[in-house]
């Protein structure tokens, strides 16, 4: 079976520094997705940013990056610039590759960002 | 534009009480569904999915049930509620072909009493 794993279950940051929440993954698939979601006190889902596992460009969005080691199967978020508006929850996803898209997450990792 | 629609936001039902939370799409066609619970500060965890009308698949064996009348719509039930059922309860969906990662309703907070 697919695991993802989120080794932080909290973290804080001050506002505008950095932080990078980490997550590792297993599959036998050799083409899959990663993604991050963040959840914000509201528990509305929202996407932050999508991996592709055959790109070995890492994907950016805006102040958002991921580093992506296919080998290790490490993929951490990197916030840039944290703002108060980070504070929330992040879940680690990967669709193992699944035809039925379905992801596996992790437990996540509740970010605060502090003033 | 696809749109996902989630309802009731909220809900407080009386323990053996019967349940029914509603998820449409729209926008898009023949779309894999999916319903996850999330208790408070927790992880996702998911209940059940479908990949066509009247597909059912399910992760976790409960006194839940799920059903896919229609190509864009996905409903969760229960006969009689259970104090565990209490719980953050979230749509999702995904294209059938290609990747496209989900796209979540608004969620439905249900407390059991």
């Known amino acids: 079976a697919q695991t993802v794993t989120q080794s932080q279950p909290e973290m804080s940051v001050q506002e505008a520094e950095t932080v990078t929440l980490s997550c590792t993954y297993d599959?036998?698939?050799?083409?899959?997705?990663l993604f991050w979601y963040k959840q914000p006190p509201s528990r509305q889902m929202i996407l932050v940013i999508r991996?592709?596992?055959?790109?070995?460009q890492n994907a950016t969005e805006n102040r958002f990056s991921v580093n992506f080691q296919k080998a290790a199967k490490s993929f951490s978020l990197k916030i840039s610039d944290s703002q108060l508006g980070d504070t929330a929850m992040y879940f680690c996803?990967?669709?193992?590759?699944?035809?039925?898209?379905?992801?596996?997450f992790g437990g996540g990792t509740r970010l605060m960002v502090k003033p | 534009s696809q749109t996902i629609h989630q309802w009731p936001a909220t809900l407080v039902q009386p323990v053996g009480s019967p349940l029914s939370l509603e998820c449409t799409v729209e926008?898009?066609?023949?779309?894999?569904l999916y319903w996850y619970r999330q208790a408070a500060g927790r992880g996702l965890q998911l209940l059940f999915y479908?990949?066509?009308?009247?597909?059912i698949s399910s992760e976790v064996p409960q006194n839940l049930s799920a059903s896919r009348p229609q190509d864009r719509q996905f409903i969760l039930s229960s006969k009689k509620l259970l104090l565990s059922d209490s719980g953050f309860y979230l749509c999702?969906?995904?294209?059938?072909?290609?990747?496209?990662?989900?796209?979540f309703g608004s969620g439905t907070r249900l407390t059991v009493v």
């Open positions: 999702a969906w995904t294209p059938g072909q290609g990747v496209g990662g989900y796209t």
């Open positions: 599959t036998s698939e050799n083409n899959y997705y």
């Open positions: 991996q592709e596992a055959y790109k070995q």
């Open positions: 996803a990967s669709n193992g590759g699944y035809a039925g898209n379905m992801l596996t």
């Open positions: 926008g898009t066609s023949n779309p894999n």
């Open positions: 479908s990949v066509g009308i009247g597909q």
